[in-house]
């Protein structure tokens, strides 16, 4: 069976969809240099069902206010690409171009300081604040199966399930105008993401050996993490 050819923009040569350099006058780039694996040639459709969804009137305008946001993270003149603002900042900007009164921070047990530390910052910015940690609701490990030498804590000790689903049913219910992820791992935060109703965003991601930076093991994959590119573990 012939295998299906999938997009890969992050092996793009040509990045023809950036239009880099050409002006409105030039209309948009010319499809015929585009790469094989481009989506925008092997699934065209889409992006007219994409646009399609533009069209709602409160996509749209999400969409716009997004937009401007982005624009709005840059030190003007336009061109210069100078970046000004945190993304602290930016989810301040953003939230209060949306009209958001209440929003829910869903985080890690591990990041108890910082989701006060943005709870104090949000509520000084005018925001009413709602947190849940991952361990609300206290149920034990065992209760998805987990054995007792799979404990962090200890074969003998109670450990908390982190409980993504109770926080996402959390969140929906206290009502908020936009959940914010902050510090959730691998797998809860899929579970989070599933189950939450409200528009997202995620502040942080974890990441217990680069202080929540995952990509500081991408910048350093040509030297102290190197093994990640042999695909050896
Ligand atoms: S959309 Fe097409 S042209 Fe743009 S980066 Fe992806 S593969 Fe390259």
């Not at 092996?11 to 350099?21: F, L, T």
């Not at 092997?42 to 969409?63: G, I, Q, W």
Request: with cysteine; charged share 25%; hydrophobic share 40%.
């Amino acid at each position: 069976m012939k295998k299906t050819q999938n997009p890969q923009c992050a092996r793009c040569p040509v990045r023809v969809c950036e239009n880099h350099g050409a002006k409105m006058i030039d209309g948009p780039p010319a499809k015929n240099k585009l790469p094989g694996f481009c989506p925008m040639k092997l699934m065209p459709e889409v992006f007219a069902e994409a646009a399609l969804e533009y069209l709602k009137p409160e996509v749209r305008e999400f969409a716009r206010l997004a937009s401007v946001q982005e624009f709005q993270c840059f030190e003007p003149p336009a061109g210069q690409h100078r970046a000004r603002l945190s993304r602290i900042e930016e989810l301040i900007q953003f939230s209060r171009k949306c009209g958001y009164k209440k929003l829910g921070i869903a985080h890690c047990g591990g990041m108890m300081r910082e989701a006060g530390l943005l709870s104090d910052i949000l509520e000084k910015n005018g925001f009413e604040v709602v947190s849940v940690q991952c361990k609300a609701g206290a149920v034990p490990k065992e209760e998805i199966g987990i054995a007792a030498t799979e404990k962090m804590a200890g074969p003998e000790d109670w450990e908390s399930m982190c409980n993504p689903i109770a926080q996402a049913m959390i969140i929906n219910r206290t009502q908020v105008d936009l959940a914010i992820m902050l510090g959730l791992c691998v797998g809860h935060d899929t579970l989070f993401i599933k189950y939450c109703k409200p528009p997202l965003t995620v502040l942080a991601v974890k990441d217990r050996l680069l202080a929540h930076n995952p990509l500081g093991a991408l910048y350093l994959s040509n030297s102290y993490y190197r093994h990640l590119r042999t695909g050896n573990k």
